[in-house]
């Protein structure tokens, strides 16, 4: 069974950066939609990043445009989420997940399309 690993959450001081790393135990990234996303105590799971590569697309929720970026690494199996100028409202639980749909990456109906999910990595952001 596949396995998704997420790490390199932490604590860091508004302004900071962390890179999220996704780790799959196999080759999961096909060309359909695969990316981040994030949840908050008492709030929905959305999506923040996203790549499409049949289209070679990527797509970010408007809060984190211009901060965070999706990369992917094939030949390590692991999809990254580079993440600058943190704010504290980018504090939340985030998960990788691959094998998503054939487009609308982010979209709030997507979540269900996709078919591996990690376990999650905490990030806080202090004011």
């Known amino acids: 069974q596949v396995r998704l690993v997420e790490s390199g959450g932490g604590s860091v001081q508004a302004g900071g950066s962390l890179r999220l790393s996704c780790v799959a135990s196999e080759n999961t990234f096909t060309r359909d939609c695969m990316g981040w996303f994030r949840q908050a105590p008492g709030k929905e799971r959305e999506g923040v990043a996203a790549m499409f590569p049949s289209i070679r697309s990527t797509y970010y929720t408007d809060s984190v445009k211009g901060r965070f970026t999706i990369s992917r690494d094939d030949a390590k199996n692991t999809l990254y989420l580079q993440m600058d100028s943190l704010k504290p409202e980018d504090s939340a639980m985030y998960y990788c997940?691959?094998?998503?749909?054939?487009?609308?990456?982010?979209?709030?109906?997507?979540?269900?399309?996709?078919?591996?999910w990690g376990q999650g990595t905490q990030v806080t952001v202090s004011s």
């Open positions: 997940a691959t094998d998503g749909p054939a487009g609308s990456c982010l979209q709030p109906e997507a979540l269900r399309l996709y078919t591996y």
